[in-house]
């Protein structure tokens, strides 16, 4: 079932991955973003409660769809990670990085010997013990991806130190979060968030290391694609999913030729 990560391989050849963070626990949700053609998704699990047999469901969805699935946590702690490795996950993006010591300890958690010191268990991804398991190790540790997401003035003035931590594999940006700590929040289009951004994104060229971008307008859509962003995460499903809900209610709204009270409140 371990078969080579393909976000890495397109990632290496420049081909510009979209992906979108799924926060609705359902397998069918993670299966229509495959459908729609993304290339990657993240499972998110900082801000959505999902029990563990979803979570594994999804991503055999992920598997089936053709997605490659991201598992993003909010600590890292080797009780969570290690059983998100074992179901299928392909890499863990960790939340809020600020010191190298967090993205060091991932290393540790997320490979084996001699990268890290991951605990031994073959599971689904090494078809529960039908591969070779030793080579089986070589694989799982080419196609784990360290993906740090960098949302914060701490972690942007670290940012150097953070690249310098063997093993990271792509930077992940985090405007909204990083506007508060900053003290503007979800003013992320100030010019202190995106001078901020840029900085990181030079750090992770000047580095070697991926830089994943998350374009909230077109104008951030057009600023990252000239300066060469190397991915791409469109948003989560949930509010993409609500604005087409709402758009698609207003059209009728529109058509009947007249405003209507929103949903539970109108007259009895």
Known sequence: MLTPNRLKRQLREGDRPLGLF???????????IGQAGFDFVILDTEHSLV?????????????????TALVRVAAVDARTVVPLLDAGARGIVVANVETPETLE???????????????????????????DLVDYLARANEA???VAMVESRQGVDNIEALLAVPGVDMVLEGAADLSQSLGIPWQTEAPEVTEALDRVHAACRDAGVAYCAIPRSAGRLGHWHERGADAYVLGDERGIAFRALQGRRQEVVDGLGGPRHASGEGER
């Open 144 to 146: 784990m991806m360290l």
């Open 51 to 67: 029990n563990p047999e979803t979570l594994e469901n999804m991503l055999r969805a992920a598997e089936l769809a053709g997605l």
């Open 105 to 131: 300890a991932l290393g540790e958690v997320l490979r084996f010997h001699p990268r890290g010191r991951r605990s031994m268990n073959s599971g689904r991804p090494g078809r529960f013990g039908g591969d």
């Open 22 to 32: 799924a926060s609705i626990p359902a397998p069918v949700t993670v299966e229509m």
